[in-house]
């Protein structure tokens, strides 16, 4: 059974600072290209940031370069999304999501709230 399980969102100050999560079970992760996308209310969903299969080629959202960073380790099936000096309008819920050919497997999200 394909899982994917976010962790690590929560509410925030702006100019402060999350590291998400998303573990991987039920299928070969290493093979898999990760990537986050958030929804905010009203809005469709966007990707964020993606990863390569190895870690080699990363890629991200205008709005977030030289902010967000995206890693993963494949020893623990696991992709994380750095958030540093976050703003009001990074305020959604945050998918991660694995992909390799046609296939697309997505996780439940996790809600990060940049408040004062």
């Known amino acids: 059974q394909v899982q994917l399980v976010e962790s690590g969102g929560g509410l925030v100050q702006p100019g402060g600072s999350l590291r998400l999560s998303c573990v991987a079970s039920?299928?070969?992760?290493?093979?898999?290209?990760m990537s986050w996308y958030r929804q905010a209310p009203g809005n469709e969903r966007e990707l964020v940031a993606v990863?390569?299969?190895?870690?080699?080629?990363?890629n991200y959202a205008d709005s977030v370069k030289g902010r967000f960073t995206i890693s993963r380790d494949n020893a623990k099936n696991t992709v994380y999304l750095q958030m540093n000096s976050l703003k009001p309008e990074d305020t959604a819920v945050y998918y991660c999501?694995?992909?390799?050919?046609?296939?697309?497997?997505w996780g439940q999200g996790t809600q990060v709230t940049v408040s004062s």
């Open positions: 990863i390569s299969s190895t870690g080699t080629f990363r």
């Open positions: 039920g299928f070969t992760f290493s093979s898999h290209r």
């Open positions: 999501s694995a992909n390799r050919g046609l296939i697309t497997y």
